[in-house]
């Protein structure tokens, strides 16, 4: 922390509570959220910090001053919380920008226009973010993170002043990925459920009158919590249009979308591009891409293994896992293939000792009672047309159309 001398340390504290009340008399969205960000560790935030930390007695200022007291109990805890910053402590700069934050939704809503949602918005963010990390400092403590779930209780809050009539409801979607976030990251998805059933169903709310950023948000969560469901058909609709309007330029949050948008796709059917998997690096999935293409269940299962913590943590693991079915298919049709090309008259009999063979022949070692009842799974699954004769251990195939495709529905379906 560099030296600060007194009289410097009060100019730049006078001078950030003229800006911030000049930015509220003023209606000014965008300065008012260039103050509020200080977890940016912009340079005047830090200078701020090391004025309030010499002159600690910024209050007196606050409460001297007209202009400044009618914001007093907003600018203290706000200060507060940029001190505890500032030295490291997260959990004092949490709970200290905890009361702020109060203290201006209360302000937020006594004003009558919406002049200053994005400020708003930034307080929901920095909420979000600062009791993630004061968490980590309680953990690393050894004691028990609760700053995130105590976050996640003003969110709602904040919802509820948003969620009625007027031009403030525009802002409710931005709350609710803010909720989505904070509820991913505690493990608690199933409160997600609740402000769902708000934005779609309540007549107030309008889904395209909400910013493109904010749907696009809102349909990539939703689209995970469908995938989390196995509703494939829903969660395509919803990250395909997370994908379809998310900004190109964000080549992250693209590669974000297609970690969940590619299992779904899988799981109807539909194979990605190599060139797809290259440009966003999703190098985990190039071979089970492959996999699937040449029914090759060995690769796929050294696929899943070597990229399982992977999978696990995104919560795709299942869901890829239960693609060894349309592996089975792929397998079946290229024997038949090469039969039909040795004995056409026979190609729609497949003996389960071929079949066998085939698997051990990829390193899988199966027994014809277990071939026999993967094969039961696949007619039932409609993957494959045909019956099993039984006691001549035989596929008999469909002379038509033996191989259904999905065309774009799930397995089973």
């Known amino acids: 922390m560099a030296y600060v001398s007194m009289g410097e340390a009060h100019r730049r504290i006078t001078e950030f509570l003229n800006r911030f009340c000049d930015a509220v008399s003023l209606q000014d969205s965008s300065t008012l959220c260039r103050l509020l960000s200080f977890s940016s560790n912009s340079a005047s935030h830090l200078s701020l910090a090391d004025a309030l930390n010499v002159f600690q007695d910024a209050s007196s200022l606050i409460r001297q001053s007209d202009k400044f007291s009618e914001y007093g109990e907003i600018l203290t805890h706000l200060f507060r919380s940029l001190q505890s910053y500032r030295v490291g402590n997260l959990v004092e700069a949490y709970l200290a920008f905890e009361k702020f934050a109060n203290a201006f939704v209360q302000e937020f809503r006594n004003w009558e226009s919406a002049w200053a949602l994005e400020a708003l918005y930034v307080v929901c963010y920095e909420v979000r973010i600062l009791a993630e990390k004061a968490d980590k400092e309680l953990t690393s403590n050894g004691k028990s993170p609760e700053k995130l779930k105590a976050a996640g209780s003003l969110l709602m809050k904040v919802f509820g002043v948003l969620a009625g009539k007027g031009p403030k409801r525009v802002g409710a979607l931005y709350v609710t990925c803010q909720l989505f976030k904070t509820y991913f990251k505690l ?227």
């Open 187 to 413: 493990g608690t998805v199933n409160l997600c459920r609740s402000v769902i059933r708000s934005i779609e169903t309540a007549r107030i709310f309008d889904f395209e009158e909400f910013p493109k950023r904010d749907k696009v948000t809102y349909m990539y969560y939703t689209g995970r919590l469908e995938v989390f469901n196995e509703n494939f058909p829903a969660a395509d609709t919803k990250l395909s249009y997370a994908l379809q309007y998310c900004n190109p330029k964000k080549q992250r949050n693209i590669r974000m979308i297609l970690k969940y948008l590619i299992p779904v796709k899988l799981s109807i059917g539909i194979i990605p591009k190599d060139e797809l998997l290259q440009k966003y690096n999703l190098h985990e999935y190039i071979n089970i891409v492959q996999a699937l293409r040449k029914g090759d269940l060995r690769l796929l299962r050294h696929a899943l293994q070597e990229h399982e913590d992977r999978f696990l943590r995104s919560g795709v693991y299942l869901v890829l896992e239960k693609l060894e079915l349309q592996v089975y298919q792929r397998l079946m049709k290229k024997i038949y293939i090469i039969q039909k090309l040795s004995d056409p008259a026979r190609a729609h009999q497949l003996k389960l000792e071929v079949i066998a063979k085939a698997l051990r022949w990829l390193e899988i070692d199966m027994d014809l009672d277990e071939v026999e009842c993967i094969m039961t799974i696949l007619i039932y699954k409609n993957l494959v047309k045909g019956y099993l004769a039984h006691k001549s251990k035989v596929v008999v195939l469909s002379k038509q159309d033996p191989f259904p495709k999905l065309n774009g529905k799930p397995v089973g379906s």
